[in-house]
T-cell receptor, first 114, second 111 residues
Framework: DAGVIQSPRHEVTEMGQEVTLRCKPISGHDYLFWYRQTMMRGLELLIYFNNNVPIDDSGMPEDRFSAKMPNASFSTLKIQPSEPRDSAVYFC????????????FGDGTRLSIL | GNSVTQMEGPVTLSEEAFLTINCTYTATGYPSLFWYVQYPGEGLQLLLK?????DKGSNKGFEATYRKETTSFHLEKGSVQVSDSAVYFCALGTNAGKSTFGDGTTLTVKP
């Protein structure tokens, strides 16, 4: 079974550029989560979707961040414009059913904003 | 709201030592409890889970028992190996949809 697939694995770009992170969840999973992980702040939930609909985006740090899920097999997290403090590892995860089920994580995108 | 508190790290042990990582939680309702492990450069992966009180989750020699009376889910392993070096996260999930994660505990096992 294919797991959660994220792309790119690494991204290095200059401040002010637009960054788009991509995620393909496990087929059949109806929940999708975006997380950010840094040494200083640990693992933070940014936003999550249920059946392609955003349920809670209270963790999105600023209006520079946006996320979409146009269909059940694809989601994007966009940062525009990017800033050095956005440098982090961004994880996508999916699960089948509600929070009582485990989440399956991708290997993450390591983002560096210069 | 829901919260998870786990033992602060880092934890350093010698190979074959006994491991305990403490985890306590606060939640409304009846959560499911999880331990995830994260190896360097990878995402979190499920290590074990328990869905109701007194359940014991186990995998790869690791165990944790869901204790409702003490709201705890401590992770244990009788004999750690160098390959167990990783970051361990305790988490809870409810029917609200999302999970709540602890801050993670870094374990280093020395040969």
């Amino acid at each position: 079974d294919a797991g959660v697939i994220q792309s790119p694995r690494h991204e290095v770009t200059e401040m002010g550029q637009e960054v788009t992170l991509r995620c393909k969840p496990i087929s059949g999973h109806d929940y999708l989560f975006w997380y950010r992980q840094t040494m200083m702040r640990g693992l933070e939930l940014l936003i999550y979707f249920n059946n392609n609909v955003p349920i809670d985006d209270s963790g999105m740090p600023e209006d520079r961040f946006s996320a979409k899920m146009p269909n059940a097999s694809f989601s994007t997290l966009k940062i525009q414009p990017s800033e050095p403090r956005d440098s982090a590892v961004y994880f996508c995860a999916s699960s089948l059913g509600r929070g009582s089920q485990p989440q399956h994580f991708g290997d993450g995108t390591r983002l560096s904003i210069l | 709201g829901n919260s998870v508190t786990q033992m602060e790290g880092p934890v350093t042990l010698s190979e074959e030592a006994f491991l305990t990582i403490n985890c306590t939680y606060t939640a409304t309702g009846y959560p499911s409890l999880f331990w995830y492990v994260q190896y360097p450069g990878e995402g979190l992966q499920l290590l074990l889970k328990a869905t109701k009180a007194d359940d014991k989750g186990s995998n790869k020699g690791f165990e944790a028992t869901y204790r409702k009376e003490t709201t705890s889910f401590h992770l244990e392993k009788g004999s750690v190996q160098v390959s167990d070096s990783a970051v361990y996260f305790c988490a809870l999930g409810t029917n609200a949809g999302k999970s709540t994660f602890g801050d993670g505990t870094t374990l280093t096992v020395k040969p």
